[in-house]
């Protein structure tokens, strides 16, 4: 197998995980980061993401010599016969993709080129960047070089695992070349590879995040639906994922999504397709829908306690899924605004993404918990936002004791309903019914607060 020397330019999630996952399949990777903060913790053997398996494979690769860290690009590049651009493309206020970090790191790369290398593009881009990047590096270089789009598919929380073993591996170059070494490359993943246009592979990770989320919302509003008709969304979805060309994956209904990526490239899409007179009335409709479904929370709660003035809500998870302290685009986020607004007092507890949390809402009447039940305590009401395991872990009956008045809004559906009807909960799941229970059954409740 040969050993080829790596340059990752962008230390970020997909920076990171990237470069782990390359050094683990035996190359000699450098992964580059303009923080020099981030590269200095990196050194120091500080992994700064949350990230489960990552810090012990950056620690495996470290250690054995063929993973570093640097701040600088310059001889990074120069070293390397692969170069991979995993730097940030964040929303304008348009919408459209922020490229100046890919733009500068083309320039900067290009004048660092030395022979023929190839350069590959991971963050995720419109339609045409990798032809931009070829024409910003042919500016300060004039020898050979190929540019291929590779876009990446993993999800924080799984990124270790999704980058190891992926479900295809996407190739966009016109470069017989560049294809031939690139497949080489990823060959010890045994994944499919779909090798294509630089065009096609940047439209796929695009059509690929919007499909997904176009799928949780569609199940949302079947969800919402439920409610009104007593189906149970739960039911449907397994029904619906057992017929092969549908799947069961990204069924599962909830408070919408949130995250760095598909808020981000739902909108990048549709701003993409303005550019060229297509109005992506699918895809519009999309992110009207996520953005509401998120305040269905705020209604349940309005719907059991009228006003929610002065009443005390604990909520249960901060960031916009399991296993990330990420809270970028966090449905939690939007629910907590709307709560202050309304005059609630939080109590709010994650596991892991308390701290990112604060940095972005920091509220006269929210107090940080150290427990999830200390949340629970003396509440008024617990809304459930993120389905951290942990949190299936808590007996059902504690929740009871611990709140005020005994009321669950399950915005992810985390609870089995009879269960927790069984435990004397008042519980709120997002279309699904809740069994009636004979009174006799339930466990005495104090009466609520008024
Ligand atoms: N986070 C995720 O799960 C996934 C992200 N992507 C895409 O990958 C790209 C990167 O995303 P993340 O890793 O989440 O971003 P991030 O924000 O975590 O990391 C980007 C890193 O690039 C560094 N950077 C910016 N400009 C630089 C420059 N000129 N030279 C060197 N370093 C520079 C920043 O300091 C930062 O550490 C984005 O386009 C994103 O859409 C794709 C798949 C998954
Ligand atoms: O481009 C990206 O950055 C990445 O975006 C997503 O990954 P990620 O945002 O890390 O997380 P997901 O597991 O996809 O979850 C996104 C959001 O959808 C929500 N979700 C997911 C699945 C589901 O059934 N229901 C649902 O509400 C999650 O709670 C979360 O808020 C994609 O799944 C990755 O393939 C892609 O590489």
């Known amino acids: ?98 490229l100046r970090s890919i733009e500068k790191t083309a320039r900067e790369i290009g004048a660092s080129m030395n022979g023929y290398k190839i350069v590959c593009i991971k963050s995720t881009v419109p339609v045409g960047t990798a032809e931009k990047v070829e024409r910003w590096i042919a500016e300060r270089y004039a ?65 690929s995040n919007a499909f997904l989320a176009t799928k949780i919302t569609f199940i949302n509003e079947i969800a919402n639906l439920c409610e009104k008709v007593g189906a149970d969304v739960a039911e449907v979805a397994r029904g619906m994922g057992l017929d092969r060309r549908i799947g069961s994956s990204f069924l599962r209904a909830g ?44 209604d349940k709660l309005q719907n059991a306690l009228g006003s929610l003035r002065g009443r005390r809500i604990g909520i249960w998870g901060l960031s916009f899924k399991p296993n990330t302290d990420d809270v970028r685009e966090a449905p939690a986020l ?42 629970a305590r003396g509440s008024d009401a617990l809304c459930l936002l993120t389905e951290w395991p942990a949190f299936a872990d808590i007996p059902l009956a504690e929740i009871r004791a611990a709140l005020d008045r005994p009321l669950l809004i399950d915005g992810r559906n985390l609870f089995d309903p009879r269960e927790a009807r069984l435990a004397g909960l008042e519980y709120v799941p997002v279309g699904r019914p809740v069994p009636e229970l004979p009174a006799a059954r339930l466990p005495a409740m104090e009466p609520p607060s008024a």
């Open 334 to 375: 939007a629910i907590a605004e709307r709560l202050a607004e309304l005059g609630a007092e939080l109590r709010l507890y994650d596991p892991a993404a308390q701290r990112r949390f604060r940095e972005v809402f920091d509220h006269p009447f929210a107090v940080w918990c150290e427990s999830a039940l200390e949340a």
């Open 1 to 98: 197998m040969p050993v080829r020397d790596m340059a990752i330019i962008g230390a970020g999630y997909v920076g990171l995980v990237a470069g782990a996952c390359y050094a683990e399949l035996g190359n000699r990777v450098v992964c580059v980061d303009s923080d020099e903060e981030k590269i200095a913790r990196l050194r120091r053997g500080e992994v700064p993401i949350y990230e489960p398996d990552l810090p012990q494979l950056i620690a495996r690769n470290a250690e054995a010599g063929r993973l570093a860290f640097a701040a600088a690009a310059g001889p990074a590049v120069e070293k390397a016969d692969i170069v991979v651009i995993a730097v940030g493309t964040p929303p304008l206020p348009s919408g459209e993709a922020d």
């Open 143 to 207: 020898g050979g070089f190929d540019v291929v789009s590779l876009p990446e598919f993993l999800r924080e929380g799984s990124a270790v695992a999704d980058a190891l073993r992926p479900d295809r591996i996407v190739i966009g170059t016109s470069s017989e070349r560049a294809a031939a070494e690139l497949a080489a490359l990823h060959e010890p993943l045994a994944a499919p590879l779909c090798v294509t246009d630089a065009r096609s592979a940047e439209m796929t990770k695009y059509a």
């Open 255 to 298: 408070i919408g999504y949130g995250g760095s990526c598909f808020p981000k490239d739902t909108n990048a899409l549709v701003q993409l397709a303005g550019s060229v007179e297509y109005d992506f009335r699918l895809l519009k409709a999309v992110i009207e829908v996520n953005r509401e479904q998120r305040l269905v929370v705020v």
